[in-house]
């Protein structure tokens, strides 16, 4: 199976602060598998940024994806108050499908 | 407008058996690979299990540490996917989500909570 290390694991960051996530692979990945979610407090996550760059439908120009290989990045450039959530990458690129341990982030 | 219903969840003894129902609509079900995925309480996401669509045999997969114990099924007439989950134990405890895609999920139910207690 593929494991995704990510870090930090928690993030607190303040209003109009650029925040960056890591996302390493224990294998290399194409681009097109790597995604990012986002999960609000109490609710289901939803997906934020697929094919390591490319945003989803209603997402916001502040988030951003990069990435290849092995490593991937996912990125806010000015975190705003509704950005506090846990975000996850996950890899499609072979079964069994997998998640990142998640990221935190926090507002100050 | 795409939906995802899930339905099912609830208190269940250890060793028990339950099985999970999520009804679709919106977007044509025969077309899409679904899964299910669960998250135990405060913890991360774990994908738990993919069925593809009739183009590739409706092919099955599982997560290693519920593999033997899980069944995915999905009947298209009704736009619905189904997860029998067997011998159910305390670390099953979780919501289970229901989604929609081949590599990627795109769209999310609410989830159901699955509780396995004595």
């Known amino acids: 199976a593929i494991v995704l290390n990510q870090s930090p694991s928690s993030i607190v960051a303040s209003q109009g602060e650029k925040v960056t996530i890591t996302c390493r692979a224990s294998?290399?990945?194409?681009?097109?598998?790597l995604h990012w979610y986002q999960q609000k407090p109490g609710a289901f996550p939803k997906l934020v940024i697929y094919s390591t760059s490319y945003r989803a439908s209603g997402i916001p120009s502040r988030f951003s994806g990069s990435g290849s290989g092995t490593s991937y990045s996912f990125t806010i450039s000015r975190v705003e108050a509704e950005d506090v959530a846990t975000y996850y990458c996950?890899?499609?690129?072979?079964?069994?499908?997998?998640f990142g341990s998640g990221t935190k982030l926090e507002i100050k | 407008e795409v939906q995802i219903l899930e339905t099912g969840g609830g208190l269940v003894k250890p060793g028990g058996s339950l099985r999970l129902s999520c009804a679709t609509s919106?977007?044509?079900?025969?077309?899409?690979?679904m899964n299910w995925v669960r998250q135990a309480p405060g913890k991360g996401l774990e994908w738990v299990a993919q069925i593809r669509n009739k183009n590739y045999n409706y092919a099955t997969y599982y997560a290693e540490s519920l593999e033997g114990r899980v069944t995915i099924s999905r009947d298209d007439s009704k736009s619905s996917v189904y997860l029998q989950v067997s011998s159910l134990r305390a670390e099953d405890t979780a919501i289970y989500y229901c989604t929609r895609g081949r590599g990627r999920f795109d769209y999310w139910g609410q989830g159901v909570m699955v509780t396995v207690s004595s």
């Open positions: 996950q890899q499609g690129s072979s079964n069994p499908l997998t």
């Open positions: 919106g977007f044509n079900f025969n077309d899409y690979f």
């Open positions: 294998s290399s990945i194409s681009s097109n598998y």
